[in-house]
């Protein structure tokens, strides 16, 4: 079954505690993103990469790390989490085709509480 | 910046009764993707329009391109509780295509 896992999918940890949310997709997608939820704000983007070793910048990145070792996973690493990173987090993957992006498949999610 | 704005951000039918979402971008876009998120879900995929003026029906949903590719239209007719939830829009940066410019969302509630 073609699918995005997360993990974990809740996650309350303290104020500066180092933490990171696994992120990997069995669809042999090159492209790979991380996006944050917030009430009345949407979906932002957080970081996207466009195939292993690749990576770039989305609307929301201070505070967050990606790495794109393997294809299928992009891990999202927070050094230092900060209260206002409390959010729910969505991993999406999807194809790359030279117009653009194709159908994007998302995560289940992952509830972050930071104390 | 490059904005996409949803209207309306929420709306409350009875079952049965007629919904749409309408979605405009600041500029032109080369295609437009329609996500539906239920409450508690992740965003699923909806639907992928291209061409200008395009209209495309799943069931209930018929979506629709506008002709200068500056908006779209998301319309349910008949509506059912299975229906909740939130429909984003989405699409490309006109300056980073491989970056989506996503609506707010507009939140769909039905009572039965």
């Known amino acids: 079954e073609a699918q995005v896992t997360q993990n974990p999918r809740y996650l309350i940890t303290v104020t500066g505690k180092k933490l990171t949310v696994t992120c990997s997709q069995n669809m042999n997608h090159e492209y790979m993103s991380w996006y944050r939820q917030d009430p009345g704000l949407g979906l932002r983007q957080i970081y996207y990469s466009m195939n292993v070793e690749v990576t770039d910048k989305g609307d929301v990145p201070e505070g967050y790390k990606v790495s794109r070792k393997e294809k299928r996973n992009f891990p999202l690493i927070l050094e230092s989490p900060s209260p206002n990173q409390t959010s729910l987090y969505f991993c999406a993957s999807s194809l790359s085709p030279e117009w653009g992006l194709g159908t994007q498949y998302f995560g289940p999610g992952t509830r972050l509480l930071v104390l | 910046g490059q904005q996409v704005m949803q209207i309306p951000q929420y709306q409350h039918v009875q079952e049965g009764e007629d919904f749409t979402t309408y979605c405009n971008s600041s500029t032109t876009l080369s295609n437009i993707q329609w996500y539906k998120q239920r409450p508690g879900g992740h965003p699923v995929f909806l639907i992928q329009?291209?061409?200008s003026g395009e209209v495309k029906k799943q069931k209930r949903l018929t979506f629709q391109f506008g002709e200068a590719k500056k908006n779209s239209s998301l319309h349910i007719t008949a509506t059912q509780t299975t229906d909740v939830g939130t429909y984003f829009c989405?699409?490309?940066?006109?300056?980073?295509?491989?970056?989506?410019?996503w609506g707010l969302g507009t939140s769909l509630a039905v009572n039965p």
């Open positions: 329009l291209v061409k």
């Open positions: 989405a699409g490309p940066n006109a300056g980073n295509n491989r970056k989506l410019i």
